[in-house]
């Protein structure tokens, strides 16, 4: 799994399945890979659960959930989806965007304990992150990886 992290390449609408002999990874669509790739439809419930009238856009940074803020306003659906489907997420924020010369985010507390303090784990290492303090992005992770192989 290390060998794929981080790479964009899982298909994250769907479950990582295993059977006797083997584990498959979703594999999206367009992409080459060296490993050998079994073509298979997904059952129904090999999908993963969406929230019913949103596209589910939040980032997880260890075990806090930070959804973007909506234009209509609505997201009682998305936390009661995330609080039901991830039992690992202890907070959930709502994010009105970031501002300053640091970029820090500007949260409000949706759901579990205000602690913005967390764990986040990435490409073999964690990371001790304060969302309040400092500007982190889980969808930067790639962009870490090289800067930290440029580093060595």
Excluded: C
């Amino acid at each position: 799994m290390s060998e794929i992290s981080g790479k964009n390449i899982i298909d994250n609408d769907f479950k990582i399945i295993r059977d006797d002999q083997y584990v498959y990874f979703p594999i999206r669509e367009g992409i080459s890979s060296p490993w050998e790739t079994v073509m298979k439809l997904p059952d129904k419930n090999q999908r993963k659960p969406s929230p019913k009238g949103h596209s589910g856009a939040f980032d997880v940074i260890g075990d806090i959930a930070v959804i973007r803020e909506r234009k209509d306003g609505s997201v009682d659906n998305i936390v009661e989806f995330i609080a039901k489907t991830r039992k690992s997420i202890r907070t959930i924020y709502l994010d009105h965007g970031v501002s300053g010369e640091l970029r820090l985010r500007d949260l409000e507390l949706l759901y579990g304990e205000d602690n913005p303090e967390t764990l986040h784990r990435e490409n073999g290492i964690t990371l001790w992150v304060n969302i309040r303090k400092a500007y982190f992005s889980p969808r930067l992770a790639t962009e870490r990886m090289i800067i930290a192989s440029m580093v060595n």
